[in-house]
C-alpha cells in the first residue's frame, strides 16, 4: 500500500507560483509513476503531468508544458509540482497519485493510489 499526501496549495493572483509536495509513505515510490491530476469545479478531473520516480523521465499535457515543472526527492520519497506563470484556468483541486508501471499512462482509473488533494486557487 501506498499512502499519498498532498501538500502547498493556496491563493495566488494570476503570474504567481506555487509548488505543490506529494510525499508518499507505506512503500519506496521506485518503479511507480506519480502522477498530478487537477479538478477544476464543474469539471471532470484531468491529467496534468507524470513523472518515473525511477528514471525522472516526465510527461505534460499541452496547457501546462513550459509553465509546470514535475520533479522528486528519491531521499525523501516525495514529488513536487512546481507551478509557474499560474492563470485562472489553472484554479482546481491537485490531486497526487502513483501507479506501479513502466510507462507514462494519463488515464485515471489506472491509478490505485491518491492522495486527498490540494486546493489551488488563482485570481485574475
Known amino acids: 500500500q501506498v499512502q499519498l499526501v498532498e501538500s502547498g496549495g493556496g491563493l495566488m493572483q494570476a503570474g504567481g507560483s506555487l509548488r505543490l509536495s506529494c510525499a508518499a509513505s507505506?512503500?519506496?515510490?521506485?518503479?511507480?509513476?506519480v502522477g498530478w491530476f487537477r479538478q477544476a469545479p464543474g469539471k471532470e478531473r484531468e491529467f496534468v503531468a507524470d513523472?518515473?520516480?525511477?528514471?525522472?523521465?516526465?510527461y505534460y499535457r499541452n496547457s501546462v508544458k513550459g509553465r509546470f515543472t514535475v520533479s522528486r526527492d528519491n531521499a525523501k520519497n516525495t514529488v513536487y509540482l512546481q507551478m509557474n506563470s499560474l492563470q485562472p484556468d489553472d484554479t482546481a483541486v491537485y490531486y497526487c497519485?502513483?501507479?506501479?508501471?513502466?510507462?507514462?499512462?494519463?488515464?485515471?482509473?489506472?491509478?490505485?493510489?491518491w492522495g486527498q488533494g490540494t486546493q489551488v486557487t488563482v485570481s485574475s
Open positions: 497519485a502513483a501507479r506501479f508501471g513502466i510507462r507514462t499512462v494519463a488515464i485515471e482509473r489506472e491509478y490505485p493510489y
Open positions: 507505506g512503500r519506496t515510490l521506485n518503479s511507480y509513476y
Open positions: 513523472i518515473s520516480f525511477t528514471l525522472g523521465s516526465t
